[in-house]
């Protein structure tokens, strides 16, 4: 193709004059383009890129699009950012009801009162119960707790944090000497180097290098109390991997620390909190009734009252309050124009909510279940709002599996193992000791009866079987067994019957199933009910022996839940 059309611009020579001397300087020759005719027609942005001689791949990178440049840094660089989010995301936690709201909401769906687990070794049930209720350093809370607000906590900041160590003094009836300290994300720097062996510290964690993590580089002590541990400093120390459980939502394939789930929220919140507080302005505006006090003209006014100065007088009307607006003192001959502020726009709730709506969407949680306002949903809507949460749910629980509760069983049955309150099977692999699946407590029903059969009717169809039913109802299936045939127990001896656990009623007059007449007055059946609680009492302390005579051995006999 060839080049564009050029003229030649005349060289004609300049003349200077030095010392006397004429020289003859010639100009310099450029070449001029020569600009289509056709090119005139078309915009001014389209001409650009054509004279550039590069068309923009996507209209977004147009400059007619206006949109801003931003830059792209990668995963690590990213997380440089993530404190200042951590920081403002605390901060809307504590002063917004909306963001408080919806943390809240998300953990009572995702964790409740923590999950429970269902291992195929049953004699570790009683020691996980006897664990759950000792695992805080403190005994401030139980394990299920601990887990909420540590997921409420990563999601807040971006990354949740728990520290197993063995205690030093272990309190006397402490069974297992582990606890697990909850830890807050700030503890965990932002830290990027490299160890002393070569390993890479990438954003407080160490790797090796097949990228496992070997080590988390803590502050001993939160760095926004003082920045001073009980030691003397606060430099972070290296703690092994398997002393710390990391649980975090990766935003990036290769993101090594989370980031708060409120990150696109807190835009809307923070023009949400300025659209407030000019309403609130203009209502305040409003509720300010203004009062006028005018002079009298040329009448005398009497100021023996006020000091006998017209200076007394301003004083006095400085001094004037008004309960629900203010005074304002007028000069003789003026008027007074009242200003006409309107009290709210006729748009204002629907905006709020617009915003609400958009709050909740960023953060994946329906705005009825933050806000409480389920005006106008119907049936239909509702359940295909459910089916999606339900969904958003699950897969948080997955992470949480993974990430938390897995890893704090291993710990668990290690440590088990190794103070001799577990012996594994003769016969069993070992990595089949640590197998366990975990049943999280269920979500309220939408319509109890309609859920429950149609549970009831895949069951029979043999779409699913009973035991993961019960599970999906947070349950575990062996212990609802074991509480049944407790209950069946009990109501045999005790001569009940009821729908669930059918027992024949005896006819008067003949002896009732534990063998005894069956009663007829109130002190006949006071007394008999005596002597029932007792027998009733020894054969379910028989039963619970024979059910768990191994844990009642070790003095850690523990009621099934």
């Not at 990213?78 to 404190?83: A, D, E, G, I, M």
């Not at 915003?355 to 969407?361: F, W």
């Not at 027998?535 to 070790?554: G, Y």
Request: aromatic share 8%; charged share 20%.
């Amino acid at each position: 193709m060839a080049g564009p059309k050029t003229k030649a611009i005349a060289a004609a020579p300049v003349s200077t004059e030095t010392e006397g001397v004429t020289l003859l300087k010639p100009r310099v020759r450029i070449q001029a383009p020569t600009i289509n005719r056709a090119m005139s027609t078309v915009g001014r942005s389209e001409m650009a890129t054509m004279m550039a001689g590069v068309a923009a791949p996507y209209e977004t990178a147009a400059s007619s699009s206006r949109m801003p440049l931003v830059g792209n840094p990668g995963p690590i660089a990213l997380s440089s950012y993530h404190r200042q989010n951590a920081s403002l995301a605390r901060h809307f936690f504590r002063t917004d009801g909306t963001l408080r709201s919806a943390y809240m909401q998300l953990a009572n769906a995702v964790v409740g009162t923590g999950p429970t687990p269902n291992t195929p070794f049953r004699e570790l049930l009683p020691l996980w119960r006897k664990f759950a209720s000792q695992v805080h350093a403190g005994r401030r809370i139980p394990l299920g707790l601990m887990i909420y607000q540590n997921y409420m906590g990563g999601e807040i900041t971006g990354d949740a944090l728990l520290h197993l160590r063995r205690p030093t003094n272990p309190l006397p009836d402490q069974l297992i000497p582990l606890h697990v300290h909850p830890l807050e994300s700030e503890r965990l720097p932002y830290l990027t180097t490299r160890t002393s062996a070569g390993n890479p510290v990438i954003t407080g964690i160490e790797f090796d290098e097949d990228r496992h993590r070997t080590a988390y580089w803590l502050h001993p002590v939160h760095p926004n109390d003082g920045g001073v541990s009980f030691t003397g400093s606060n430099t972070p120390v290296r703690f092994d991997a398997a002393d710390i459980i990391h649980s975090f939502r990766p935003s990036r394939e290769e993101a090594e620390r989370g980031e708060s789930r409120a990150v696109a929220a807190m835009v809307m919140l923070w023009r949400l909190h300025r659209y407030f507080d000019a309403e609130m302005e203009r209502k305040k505006l409003v509720a300010s009734v203004p009062g006028f006090l005018k002079d009298k003209g040329d009448e005398m006014i009497d100021l023996s009252a006020y000091g006998g100065s017209a200076e007394g007088l301003r004083t006095f009307i400085d001094e004037i309050e008004y309960a629900y607006g203010s005074l304002f003192h007028l000069p003789s001959s003026t008027d007074v124009i009242f200003p006409q502020v309107v009290d709210s726009s006729g748009n204002a709730s629907i905006f709020t909510k617009l915003m609400m709506l958009i709050v909740c969407a960023s953060m994946g949680i329906p705005y009825e279940l933050v806000s409480g306002d389920w005006g106008g949903v119907t049936d239909r809507v509702a359940s295909i709002q459910g089916g999606y949460f339900k969904t958003f749910v699950e897969a948080e629980r997955a992470r949480l599996n993974y990430q938390t509760m897995i890893p704090l069983w291993h710990a668990f049955v290690q440590m088990c193992t190794i103070n001799k309150l577990w012996e594994p099977p003769e016969g069993v692999a070992e990595w089949r000791h640590y197998e366990v699946e975990w049943s999280w407590p269920v979500q309220s029903y939408k319509h109890p009866v309609q859920d429950i059969q149609a549970k009831l009717e895949a069951m029979k169809a043999g779409l699913v079987d009973r035991d993961t039913l019960i599970r999906e109802l947070g349950y575990d299936p062996e212990t609802v067994d074991i509480q049944q045939c407790l209950a069946m127990e009990r109501a045999r001896i005790l001569g009940h019957h009821y729908d669930s656990h059918p027992v024949e009623a005896p006819a008067p007059g003949v002896l009732g199933p534990n063998g005894m007449p069956v009663a007829s007055t109130p002190t006949e059946k006071s007394e008999q009910q005596e002597r029932v609680n007792e027998i009733a009492a020894k054969q379910i302390e028989n039963f619970l022996a024979e059910m768990e005579a191994s844990e009642a051995d070790r003095g850690i006999l523990g009621n099934p839940r």
